[in-house]
């Protein structure tokens, strides 16, 4: 009898792929959804810096997946490690996504269960995608053979957004939210607030609501006042 998956994830309704602005990313993204249906990588590493949206794209892959009748899991990793038996059973489903994996590196009952949980699911064909803040060869392993196992599939590195790009991102994910945001207010807020992608985010909420409750549009001067006070 396998065993019973010792976790439950929720998805995040706004990290699907509908909602990630890929910039020059876009033949990442390809490669990650095709993964989801089938057709792709049996082991994807994606690695990239803080901010550029590897949680959301793994959130996204698992949500697609799941959209299409396949069993998926999607697990982040923290810096505070649960007990790694959390890992048991994840080899029945056809798709596991492991975020942040970096934090696993140096804990060697950590860095067993998951070369364990990697080799069931290569024995079974089932799919794996992982993200990490550095290449393989980079993370503080203790396992060897784990670091080498990693290095089979097809490492994607994602690459920082331009000022021009991140503008643009400013206005897409504004209007995701359901509302606007001019190029030249993007620019402002870039310029003058924040650059990396959850303080922005966190700012574009506090300016919605703060615009619903006025029931005024984010005009420079609106959006100075709102900050100022």
């Known amino acids: 009898m396998a065993a019973q998956l010792p976790l439950q994830f929720e998805f995040k309704g706004d990290q699907s792929f509908a909602d990630y602005f890929a910039g020059s990313n876009h033949e990442i993204v390809a490669h990650l959804q095709h993964c989801c249906t089938g057709d792709g990588e049996q082991l994807i590493y994606l690695w990239g810096g803080r901010g550029l949206g590897k949680s959301h794209l793994l959130q996204a892959c698992s949500q697609k997946a799941m959209q299409q009748n396949i069993p998926a899991f999607y697990y982040s990793l ?9 890992l048991e059973g994840l080899e029945t489903q056809e798709m596991v996504c492991l975020d942040n994996i970096e934090h696993l590196a140096g804990n060697l009952s950590w860095e067993n269960a ?8 290569r024995d079974r064909g089932q799919r794996l995608i992982v993200s990490a803040n550095c290449p393989p060869r980079q993370l503080p392993l203790t396992l060897p053979d784990l670091k080498t196992r990693l290095a ?12 021009q790009e991140r503008i ?8 995701r939210m359901g509302f606007e ?9 870039l310029t003058h607030y924040a ?11 506090r300016l919605d609501h703060a615009s619903l409750a006025a029931k005024r549009k984010l005009t420079i001067p609106f959006i100075k006042q709102i900050l100022q006070a």
């Not at 998951?114 to 699911?121: D, E, P, Q, S």
């Not at 945001?181 to 807020?189: K, S, V």
């Not at 990396?196 to 574009?204: N, Q």
């Open 114 to 121: 998951f070369f364990h949980l990697f080799n069931r699911l």
């Open 78 to 86: 923290q810096p505070n490690l649960p007990d790694p038996a959390v």
């Open 181 to 189: 945001i001019p190029p030249r207010t993007g620019q402002f807020l």
């Open 195 to 205: 650059r990396d992608l959850p303080s922005l985010w966190a700012l574009l909420a």
């Open 152 to 163: 089979w599939g097809l490492t994607l590195q994602l690459q920082a957004l331009t000022d």
């Open 168 to 175: 643009v991102l400013i206005t897409f994910k504004a209007r």
